[in-house]
């Protein structure tokens, strides 16, 4: 059974930092695409990153220089640092992963949520001005 766990969310003030964790369990990290996205009360969700089975990550332009994904593939683990944390960062962060030898596109393609079978229950992250 397939199953994605993020943590690491919650309150910080403004210009504060947060490590998410996604630790997947019943799946292997390698050959897919692995992404975050994010989801504010009332909008749709987006993409923050997508990385590929090398570790390349292509980020959205809001996490560009502030956040950054790493992946331990021994511990089957993702994560997003996420640093100078704005309060238009605040969302619910979801971590998902595709299937295996999926292509990897950039997280704001409109179709990129299609590319990911999996999908973790979310890390909620509240940043105070």
């Known amino acids: 059974q397939v199953k994605l766990v993020e943590s690491g969310g919650g309150s910080v003030q403004a210009g504060g930092s947060l490590r998410l964790s996604c630790a997947a369990s019943?799946?292997?990290?390698?050959?897919?695409?692995m992404g975050w996205f994010r989801q504010i009360p009332g909008k749709e969700r987006e993409g923050v990153s997508t990385?590929?089975?090398?570790?390349?990550?292509n980020y959205a332009d809001s996490a560009k220089g502030r956040f950054t994904v790493s992946k331990d593939n021994a511990k089957n683990t993702l994560y997003l640092q996420m640093n100078s944390l704005k309060p238009e960062d605040t969302a619910m962060y979801y971590c998902?992963?595709?299937?295996?030898?999926?292509?990897?596109?950039?997280?704001?393609?409109?179709?990129?949520?299609?590319?990911?079978?999996?999908w973790g229950q979310g890390t909620q992250v509240t940043v105070s001005s």
């Open positions: 998902a992963a595709s299937p295996r030898f999926a292509r990897c596109p950039r997280p704001t393609l409109p179709s990129v949520e299609a590319t990911f079978r999996y």
């Open positions: 019943g799946v292997a990290f390698s050959s897919r695409c």
């Open positions: 990385t590929d089975n090398n570790g390349s990550t």
